[in-house]
């Protein structure tokens, strides 16, 4: 049964980078496109990319400039990291596998960017 | 970027009956579309992707009809472990985006 967990700081101050890590069990990194997605308090669910297990990326334009997802097949993990975060960007972060429709998700970790 | 809404935003059901959700695309997406089941603290999960084909172990009481810009999911007969909220995603055009999301609670 492939699982997914994030793990990384639960608090980022303003104009630092927040990165996380999505650690995969149960299944190999190879062969799977691999993706981030978050959820701010009380909104919607925002696409933040991909990557493929070969490292190649795509993300959502309106993050692409601060957004990099990389991908450690050796540890079987996978990683975002997003710079200069704002109020704006508090929000839980899932990974997932799979890209357009993540077939399995982690279940989130809060990242709340405050001073 | 491609709007999805969807209504309502919460819908109130018994178990054993039936709950209708709706989705509504700001473009055509040409049926390029999915559902998810989310329960606050826990991992979403994927019910249906290509507008109507069920993931793996999604029970058969799912369903999706709809085409162009309006789609419907529909739960037959509500289940205790469906009480959630619903979102559904197109991703048709890049970035694939949601809806808000129907919570479907208990009447």
């Known amino acids: 049964q492939v699982q997914l967990q994030e793990s990384g700081p639960g608090l980022v101050k303003p104009s630092d980078t927040l990165s996380l890590t999505c650690t995969v069990s149960?299944?190999?990194?190879?062969?799977?496109?691999w993706s981030w997605i978050r959820q701010p308090p009380g909104k919607g669910l925002e696409w933040i990319g991909y990557?493929?297990?070969?490292?190649?990326?795509h993300y959502n334009p309106s993050l692409a400039s601060r957004v990099t997802i990389s991908v450690d097949t050796s540890k079987n993990q996978f990683s975002l990291k997003l710079s200069s975060v704002t109020a704006a960007d508090t929000a839980v972060y899932y990974c997932?596998?799979?890209?357009?429709?993540?077939?399995?998700w982690g279940q989130g970790t809060l990242v709340t960017v405050s001073s | 970027e491609v709007v999805m809404t969807q209504s309502p935003a919460t819908l109130s059901v018994s178990p054993g009956e039936r709950a209708t959700l709706s989705c509504r695309a700001s473009?055509?997406?040409?049926?390029?579309l999915a559902w998810y089941h989310h329960k606050p603290g826990q991992a979403p999960r994927l019910l249906i992707s290509?507008?109507?084909t069920r993931a793996s172990g999604i029970p058969a009481r799912f369903s999706v009809s709809g085409s162009g810009t309006e789609f419907t999911l529909t739960i037959s007969s509500l289940q205790s472990e469906d009480f959630a909220i619903y979102y559904c995603?197109?991703?048709?055009?890049?970035?694939?985006?949601f809806g808000q999301g129907t919570k479907v609670e208990i009447k």
């Open positions: 997932g596998r799979g890209s357009p429709t993540p077939g399995n």
């Open positions: 149960g299944a190999s990194i190879n062969g799977y496109y």
């Open positions: 990557v493929y297990y070969s490292g190649s990326t």
């Open positions: 473009q055509n997406i040409n049926g390029n």
């Open positions: 290509g507008a109507s």
């Open positions: 995603q197109q991703y048709n055009n890049w970035p694939p985006t």
